[in-house]
């Protein structure tokens, strides 16, 4: 019999962490690319090519966690639940460090032109640039913390 750790897949914490983890993938993507301006430094197409690859995966296990919830029905066949465990451990861990590599350039270049001043960073566009490296940031918290629940669920199978 398995036991149902709080946060692990199928559970209304997991949901939660994967819709907290979509909207602000999304909203780093979104802030990001307002501006086709973010082409021209390297660090921010990392970020908005990072995000494109968190988002759907935190979409496909957000609706996952949601079938779980809504419909009752947890995937308790240890096959499934491996399945899942090992491929948001590989997947989302790459794409958790990935993410936070591509946040920490984002608020450092930022930042970099924000103290070079105007002619290069209109204040506008880097609090817009700002605010995506804080999305992300607030992304990759709640992918890590989705990841080691899921991960505590490995011992139970």
Do not use: H
């Not at 908005?48 to 296990?61: D, E, N």
């Not at 096959?79 to 794409?95: C, E, N, P, Q, T």
């Not at 804080?134 to 890590?144: D, P, Q, V, Y």
Request: glycine share 4%; net charge positive; charged share 10%.
């Amino acid at each position: 019999m398995m036991e149902q750790v709080p946060g692990a897949l199928g559970t209304s914490a997991s949901l939660a962490l994967r819709l907290g983890q979509t909207i602000f993938s999304s909203a780093s993507l979104l802030f990001m690319c307002l501006d086709v301006e973010f082409y021209n430094y390297t660090s921010f197409s990392y970020l908005v090519t990072v995000m494109a690859l968190v988002t759907p995966w935190s979409v496909s296990l957000a609706l996952i966690d949601a079938y779980s919830v809504f419909i009752k029905c947890l995937p308790r066949q240890p096959r499934v639940l491996l399945i899942v465990i090992v491929g948001d451990w590989v997947y989302s861990k790459a794409l958790s460090f990935l993410s936070l590599a591509a946040a920490c350039s984002t608020a450092s270049v930022t930042s970099l032109l924000v103290n070079v001043g105007t002619p290069y960073c209109w204040s506008k566009l880097c609090s817009r640039y700002q605010f995506s490296a804080a999305m992300a940031f607030l992304s990759w918290f709640l992918s890590f913390a989705s990841t080691l629940f899921n991960l505590w669920l490995l011992p139970s199978l």
